[in-house]
């Protein structure tokens, strides 16, 4: 059974920048990653995803040109750069992942981390 860490999450000022990791107990090449966000009364939303097989990758249209997602095949870990922080990002973070899945963040996730809180506010 597939374990996801994420890591990273922390308070930062409007304008900032953090990095999430996601980390595996199994080789995360064989899996779709995914980043989402629920922010506080809101569903879970996709933010970021990237495919098993070809690395291509698919944004919330309200991050892109901010986020970037990308895999460190070395460590095993799929990480999640964001830049230009707004407010509107605040929220509890969780990595996910699907055996052999696409890019699309909408496919039916079957794995998840604990979630990692990230805040932005100055």
């Known amino acids: 059974q597939l374990q996801l860490v994420e890591s990273g999450g922390g308070l930062v000022q409007p304008g900032g920048s953090l990095r999430l990791s996601c980390a595996g107990s199994?080789?995360?090449?064989?899996?779709?990653i995914g980043w989402f966000r629920q922010a506080p009364g809101k569903e879970r939303e996709g933010v970021a995803c990237?495919?098993?097989?070809?690395?291509?990758?698919d944004y919330a249209d309200s991050v892109k040109g901010r986020f970037t997602i990308s895999r460190d095949s070395a460590k095993n870990m799929v990480n999640l750069q964001m830049n230009s922080l707004k407010p509107e990002d605040t929220g509890v973070y969780y990595c996910?992942?699907?055996?052999?899945?696409?890019?699309?963040?909408?496919?039916?996730?079957?794995?998840w981390g604990q979630g990692i809180q990230v805040t932005v506010s100055s």
């Open positions: 996910g992942a699907r055996l052999w899945g696409g890019r699309s963040c909408r496919e039916k996730y079957e794995h």
């Open positions: 199994l080789n995360l090449d064989y899996y779709a």
């Open positions: 990237t495919s098993s097989s070809d690395t291509t990758t």
